[in-house]
C-alpha cells in the first residue's frame, strides 16, 4: 500500500484552471478544477463549490487513486457513450445534438427551476424527432415531487424513455415513484445517482428497492475501485458517468466502465463536448458513439491558457489543504498514511 502523498507534493503538482462551457450547465458557463501530476498519472479534484470538506475528500481520493495508483485491469477498450443535452430550447437541440456526431442514446435535463413540463416535453421531443432510433434517459436531478414525477414520467414515457434518473430528492421518494409508475402501467425504470453518491450509505437505494439501476460516478464515491465494489454489492446494474470532467477526469470514468464486469448501458462520459476546449490535446470525446480508453495527458499550454485568475488558485490550493487534512484523518484504504 502507497503512503499518501504529502500536500506540499500535491501543491507542486496542481494547476487550477477554468474553461468556458458551450452552454449554461448546473447553472454555470465555466468550470473550474484543479489538476494534479502524479508519477502515475494526471488526476482531478473538481468537486463544486458548494460542497463541504467531508464530501469533498472523496474526490480528492479519486484524484489521488489516478495518479498515484492507477486503475484497475480493464475488461473492454471500448466504451459506448451517451450526448447529453442541457435544459436548453427545444429549437437548439439539434445543435447540441449535432457536437456528438453519431450516438445510440442521449441524456437529457429535465426538472429544471423555471421551467416547465412543457418544457421538458419539446426538449425530449425534439430529441426523439431527431434521433429516432435512440434510447433517451431524462435527468431530473430530484428536480421534482413525486405527484410532479408521477405526471411527468407518464406524458415523456409515450416519447420512449429507456429510463429517469433520480426524478425526486429522497430514497423513499424514489420507491414511491416506482410503485405509481407500475400501478399505471408506466413503462419507465428509474435510476438512482445523488441517492447514491450522496448518501452516507450508498448502499441503503438498493436495499430500499427504490431504483431499477444506479448511476456511478468515480469522482464522488472516492474513486475507480470503491465504485466498483459499491456496484458489487448493489447488485444492480450501473450507468457510468461523469461530474462534468476535463479529460483528465473523464479517464477515469473509462477505467471504471472498462473495469465492470457487465455493462448493460451506454455511459455518461460524454460531457468533454459541452466545453469548448479541453487541457489536452487529444481530448476524450466520442467517435461514433464510443470513447476508446486511452490516456489523458494535460499539456502545458493549455494549462497555461485556462489558468484560473491568482485569487481563484488560491481559493483552490486552500480547499485542497482543508479536504488533504479530512482525508488523511479518514485513513484511506488505498493509502498508508504517515
Not at 503512503?3 to 507542486?12: F, G, M, T
Not at 484552471?17 to 498519472?41: A, N, Q
Not at 450516438?103 to 427551476?113: F, H, M, P, S, T
Not at 473495469?259 to 489536452?280: E, M, Q
Amino acid at each position: 500500500m502507497p503512503a499518501l502523498p504529502s500536500l506540499k507534493e500535491l501543491i507542486d503538482s496542481a494547476h487550477v484552471v477554468s474553461l468556458p462551457m458551450r452552454v449554461k450547465f448546473r447553472g454555470i458557463m465555466e468550470r473550474e478544477t484543479l489538476i494534479l501530476r502524479g508519477p502515475l498519472g494526471w488526476g482531478e479534484f473538481c468537486p463544486f463549490p458548494e460542497y463541504d470538506d467531508d464530501e469533498s475528500s472523496r474526490w480528492l481520493a479519486a484524484a489521488l487513486e489516478a495518479g498515484w495508483i492507477g486503475f484497475p485491469t480493464p475488461l473492454r477498450d471500448s466504451i459506448p457513450v451517451n450526448a447529453t443535452v442541457p435544459a436548453v430550447p427545444a429549437e437548439r437541440v439539434p445543435e447540441i445534438l449535432a457536437r456528438f456526431g453519431r450516438v445510440d442514446a442521449v441524456k437529457i435535463k429535465v426538472a429544471e427551476r423555471g421551467q416547465s413540463l412543457g418544457d421538458d416535453l419539446g426538449r425530449v421531443r425534439a430529441v426523439r424527432e431527431a434521433l429516432p432510433e435512440a434510447a433517451i434517459r431524462v435527468d431530473a436531478n430530484g428536480g421534482w415531487d413525486v405527484g410532479q414525477a408521477a405526471e411527468a414520467l407518464g406524458k415523456l414515457s409515450a416519447l420512449g424513455l429507456e429510463y429517469a434518473e433520480q426524478p425526486v430528492p429522497t430514497i423513499e421518494g424514489l420507491a414511491e415513484v416506482r410503485r405509481r409508475l407500475s400501478d399505471a402501467g408506466t413503462p419507465v425504470l428509474i435510476a438512482a445517482d445523488e441517492s447514491v453518491r450522496k448518501e452516507e450509505d450508498p448502499l441503503r437505494v438498493a436495499r430500499a428497492g427504490a431504483a431499477d439501476l444506479i448511476v456511478v460516478k468515480v469522482a464522488p464515491l472516492g474513486g475507480v475501485r470503491r465504485a466498483l465494489e459499491i456496484v458489487e454489492q448493489a447488485g444492480l446494474p450501473a450507468v457510468v458517468s461523469s461530474a462534468l470532467d476535463t479529460s483528465v477526469g473523464i479517464r477515469a470514468g473509462l477505467a471504471l466502465a472498462a473495469a465492470l464486469p457487465t455493462l448493460p448501458y451506454a455511459c455518461g462520459l460524454g460531457t468533454v463536448s459541452l466545453f469548448t476546449s479541453d487541457i489536452t490535446l487529444d481530448p476524450l470525446v466520442a467517435d461514433d458513439g464510443a470513447i476508446h480508453v486511452r490516456e489523458a495527458v494535460a499539456d502545458p499550454g493549455l494549462l497555461e491558457q485556462y489558468a484560473a485568475s491568482a485569487e481563484r488558485r488560491e481559493w483552490w490550493l486552500e480547499r485542497l489543504g482543508r479536504v488533504y487534512a479530512v482525508l488523511a484523518g479518514n485513513k484511506h484504504p488505498l493509502f498508508t498514511v504517515s
